[in-house]
Antibody, heavy 121, light 110 residues
Framework: QVQLVESGGGLVKPGGSLRLSCAAS????????MSWIRQTPGKGLEWVSH????????NYADSVKGRFTISRDNAKNSLYLQMNSLRAEDTAVYYC??????????????WGQGTTVTVSS | QSVLTQPPSVSGAPGQRVTISCSGS?????????VNWYQQLPGTAPKLLIF???NRPSGVPDRFSGSKSGTSASLAITGLQAEDEADYYC??????????FGGGTKLTVL
């Protein structure tokens, strides 16, 4: 079945780095835009970044631009988020999600279960 | 604060109809980008409820409907049921090349 499974979350000190992974299965991964969305405990959803199926188009939220890097390996059906210079405000549950079509129009119809990132000394 | 504005909470009795509003701007909803709605039950990942303003993914009951006008959108839920109690988020795209979410609305079924 269609599935996304995140991994790589954990506890990291401010200024540290972490790499999140998202393993996709059950669909043709390379055909779809993929995104990272985060949710602070008890708060709302915040889009972090997304990448086109080929990897040629990438966008970031201003809050992470220059610190986070999204990438994908279509041969491995995997999505990644390299997070550097982490701050306390990056503490959140991070979800990977796939768009059903274009980010301009369609929603994100498949979501992972989330992985928790805690930035604290 | 969120780029899209939603009421923090709404409530209704079983069987009633409730609506959740989502207010954007001329660079987001008003620019013609699609509005999508998600339902998030406690402790779970969001679930796509409405895409492209008013379309339902397969499996979503027709009690849920979406509409858009100008720079705003709405989610309507008819025949309210206890299991509809959840957080609801609207989402669209912004001309600044970013995806934007509303702050979320907590629906309480009385």
């Amino acid at each position: 079945q269609v599935q996304l499974v995140e991994s790589g979350g954990g506890l990291v000190k401010p200024g540290g780095s972490l790499r999140l992974s998202c393993a996709a299965s059950g669909f043709t991964f390379s055909d779809y835009y993929m995104s990272w969305i985060r949710q602070t405990p008890g708060k709302g959803l915040e889009w972090v970044s997304h990448i086109s199926g080929s990897g040629s188009s990438i966008n970031y939220a201003d809050s992470v631009k220059g610190r986070f890097t999204i990438s994908r390996d279509n041969a491995k059906n995997s999505l990644y988020l390299q997070m550097n210079s982490l701050r306390a405000e990056d503490t959140a549950v991070y979800y990977c999600a796939s768009y059903s079509g274009s980010p301009h129009w369609d929603g994100m119809d498949v979501w992972g279960q989330g992985t928790t990132v805690t930035v604290s000394s | 604060q969120s780029v899209l504005t939603q009421p923090p909470s709404v409530s209704g009795a079983p069987g009633q109809r409730v609506t959740i509003s989502c207010s954007g701007s001329s660079s987001s909803i008003g620019a013609g980008y699609g509005v999508n709605w998600y339902q998030q039950l406690p402790g779970t990942a969001p679930k796509l409820l409405i895409f492209g303003d008013s379309n339902r993914p397969s499996g979503v009951p027709d009690r849920f409907s979406g509409s858009k006008s100008g720079t705003s959108a709405s989610l309507a839920i008819t025949g309210l049921q206890a299991e509809d109690e959840a957080d609801y988020y609207c989402q669209s795209y912004d001309s600044s090349l970013s995806v934007v979410f509303g702050g979320g609305t907590k629906l309480t079924v009385l």
